[in-house]
């Protein structure tokens, strides 16, 4: 089955411990994406790469970090998680950047 | 900056009726706008506009796309409880990389 996954699904974790948030994609897309959601500001975009090796900001990238070693794979890294980082995360990916985005279930995140 | 605005912030119709959502945008070297339905999981993709004034259909939804006035609508008609979910809409640059995402519109429909 095609489908975008995103592992853990929840995670309650503590300001300053490092976290990584896996997104994998079985349809061989080269676009990958991540967003965060939040209450009243919709979703806005952390990261994005357009293909192996190329990743790019999008508009709220800052104590973020990723990286695109195989095109399968784009994990999300919170080097030192805060608060203000509780959100939900969603990883999206697309056959090319022009075309439609699928988006992984969803990851939420408490960080105390 | 470029921003994407959704109205109304939320709705509350009965089932049968029929909504229009409206999507106003700003976003540099303008490429396309996408519609999306979230319900209490990921969004699902519902439409991709890339030029004015051709309306696109699926079932009981369609959406237009005014590049002159920057905005586009959802329309809904025959409205169902199936309908009821935040509605969202983006904007996306020409090199396609960046989307913006509008804050939504959350529907509701009552029986």
């Known amino acids: 089955e095609a489908q975008v996954t995103q592992n853990p699904r929840y995670l309650i974790t503590v300001t300053g411990k490092k976290l990584t948030v896996t997104c994998s994609q079985n349809?061989?897309?080269?676009?990958m994406s991540w967003y965060r959601q939040d209450p009243g500001l919709g979703l806005r975009q952390i990261y994005y790469?357009?293909?192996?090796?190329?990743?790019d900001k999008g508009d709220v990238p800052e104590g973020y970090k990723v990286s695109r070693k195989e095109k399968r794979n784009f994990p999300l890294i919170l080097e030192s998680p805060s608060p203000n980082q509780t959100s939900l995360y969603f990883c999206?990916?697309?056959?090319?950047?022009?075309?439609?985005?699928?988006f992984g279930p969803g990851t939420r995140l408490l960080v105390l | 900056e470029d921003k994407v605005v959704q109205s109304p912030l939320s709705l509350v119709v009965h089932e049968g009726d029929t909504v229009t959502l409206n999507c106003s945008y700003e976003?540099?070297?303008?490429?396309?706008l996408l519609w999306y339905k979230q319900e209490k999981k990921a969004p699902t993709f519902l439409f991709m506009l890339?030029?004015?004034?051709i309306e696109k259909k699926s079932g009981r939804l369609s959406s237009i796309l005014d590049k002159k006035e920057l905005f586009s609508i959802l329309n809904i008609t025959a409205t169902q409880t199936g309908d009821s979910a935040v509605y969202l809409c983006?904007?996306?640059?020409?090199?396609?990389?960046?989307?913006?995402f509008g804050s939504g519109t959350r529907l509701s429909i009552r029986p």
């Open positions: 999206a990916s697309g056959k090319r950047a022009s075309e439609t985005q699928y």
């Open positions: 349809m061989n897309h080269e676009y």
């Open positions: 790469s357009m293909n192996v090796e190329v990743t």
């Open positions: 976003v540099t070297n303008f490429r396309s």
């Open positions: 890339t030029s004015s004034g």
């Open positions: 983006a904007g996306r640059n020409s090199s396609a990389s960046k989307i913006i």
